[in-house]
């Protein structure tokens, strides 16, 4: 099974970026906040891709960017927002990357 038309039917359109701000690649991903276990949301607020809850969020996304070779100032952009990449795996079916999973965080940017 190759999950890649998952991600180009119903993910998101992001791209990887360098620390200077060049496209390296695009793709499509899941990016999602990540929730309490005890479904408790304090100081959050709703935004257009779900709850954020001021924390950390789930980036689900094909094999190719590798995110687990990102150098730091690399990050994703999606929707406007850049989000960091703090940590990242890749989850394999047999011998072959299934996917990519990352725990990322927005970009506060101090003008």
Not at 28 to 46: C, D, E, Q, T
């Amino acid at each position: 099974m190759n999950i890649s038309p998952i991600f180009e039917n119903y993910g998101r359109p992001a791209a990887f970026v360098s620390k200077d701000g060049e496209e390296l690649s695009e793709m499509k991903a899941f990016i999602s906040p990540l929730r309490y276990k005890n479904k408790m949301y304090l100081y959050g607020v709703n935004t257009e891709i779900g709850y954020n809850s001021q924390g950390h969020y789930l980036y689900i996304g094909p094999p190719d960017p590798d995110l687990t070779a990102a150098d730091d100032g690399e990050y994703i952009a999606c929707l406007g927002e850049k989000y960091r990449i703090d940590r990242a795996e890749k989850v394999y079916k047999g011998n072959e990357v299934f996917y990519i999973w990352a725990i990322i965080r927005v970009i506060v940017e101090i003008d």
